[in-house]
T-cell receptor, first 114, second 112 residues
Framework: KAGVTQTPRYLIKTRGQQVTLSCSPI?????VSWYQQTPGQGLQFLFE???????NKGNFPGRFSGRQFSNSRSEMNVSTLELGDSALYLC?????????????FGPGTRLTVT | SQKIEQNSEALNIQEGKTATLTCNYT??????LQWYRQDPGRGPVFLLL?????KEKRKERLKVTFDTTLKQSLFHITASQPADSATYLC???????????FGKGTRLSVIA
C-alpha cells in the first residue's frame, strides 16, 4: 500500500500570502489529522477530519482552516501568513475515529515564510 | 495547565545497553498512550500503543509501561543499537474521540 503523501514538500511564501497544503491518506483510511511541528513547540495538533467532518480542532487562530473530501483526501489552508507560521506541517491518516488508532504520518511540507 | 514532559531532550547510551525514556503528564486522564519514533526530516512512525488498563506492552526489543497512579509511562529499548538513534515521542489521548497530544520528544543517541 502506498503511504501518506503530502504536496508540496517544500514551500516558500511571503508574509501576508496564503497557502494550501494537500494530503492523500493511505487507501482505505478515513481519518486525517494535521499537525504543526517547530523546534520550540514540538508537534502541535491542528485539526482532525473523519468522513468529511471536522471532529477536533486545536488551539490555532482562525487563519488555519482545513477540509476533507469524499475520497478522504484533505487540504489545509493558512491565510495571511506570518513569520511564525514557518514550520513542518505533517498530515497523518488512520483507519477510523472513535477509538485510539495508530497514526500513519506523511513526510511533511516544509513551509518557510519570509 | 496540561503538560506532557519527556525526561530529557537528549539521552546518550552505549550500544548493547537498555535505553529508558520517560513520559510524565499532568492534568490529563489518558485512556491511551502511544509512542512514536521520528528520524530527521521524516514524519513520526508508530511504535506501540498501551491502554490505561494495561500495565505493560512488549514488541520485540521494545517495552512500554503505563502507570496511571504515577501519571507516567516508561519506554525501554533493550540491547540498543546505533540504528535506534532517533527522537522518540510519547502521545496521550484522553479518549478515542479526542486528539492525540504529543510530548516534545527525547533525542536518543546510541554510541557504538
Amino acid at each position: 500500500k502506498a503511504g501518506v503523501t503530502q504536496t508540496p514538500r517544500y514551500l516558500i511564501k511571503t508574509r501576508g500570502q496564503q497557502v494550501t497544503l494537500s494530503c492523500s491518506p493511505i487507501s482505505g483510511h478515513r481519518s486525517v489529522s494535521w499537525y504543526q511541528q517547530t523546534p520550540g513547540q514540538g508537534l502541535q495538533f491542528l485539526f482532525e477530519y473523519f468522513s468529511e467532518t471536522q471532529r477536533n480542532k486545536g488551539n490555532f487562530p482562525g487563519r488555519f482552516s482545513g477540509r476533507q473530501f469524499s475520497n478522504s483526501r484533505s487540504e489545509m489552508n493558512v491565510s495571511t501568513l506570518e513569520l511564525g507560521d514557518s514550520a513542518l506541517y505533517l498530515c497523518a491518516s488512520s483507519p477510523g475515529w472513535g477509538l485510539s488508532y495508530e497514526q500513519y504520518f506523511g513526510p511533511g511540507t516544509r513551509l518557510t515564510v519570509t | 495547565s496540561q503538560k506532557i514532559e519527556q525526561n530529557s531532550e537528549a539521552l546518550n547510551i552505549q550500544e548493547g545497553k537498555t535505553a529508558t525514556l520517560t513520559c510524565n503528564y499532568t492534568n490529563y486522564s489518558p485512556a491511551y498512550l502511544q509512542w512514536y519514533r521520528q528520524d530527521p526530516g521524516r514524519g513520526p512512525v508508530f511504535l506501540l500503543l498501551i491502554r490505561e488498563n494495561e500495565k505493560e506492552k512488549r514488541k520485540e526489543r521494545l517495552k512500554v509501561t503505563f502507570d496511571t497512579t504515577l501519571k507516567q509511562s516508561l519506554f525501554h529499548i533493550t540491547a540498543s543499537q546505533p540504528a535506534d538513534s532517533a527522537t522518540y515521542l510519547c502521545a496521550l489521548q484522553n479518549s478515542g474521540n479526542t486528539p492525540l497530544v504529543f510530548g516534545k520528544g527525547t533525542r536518543l543517541s546510541v554510541i557504538a
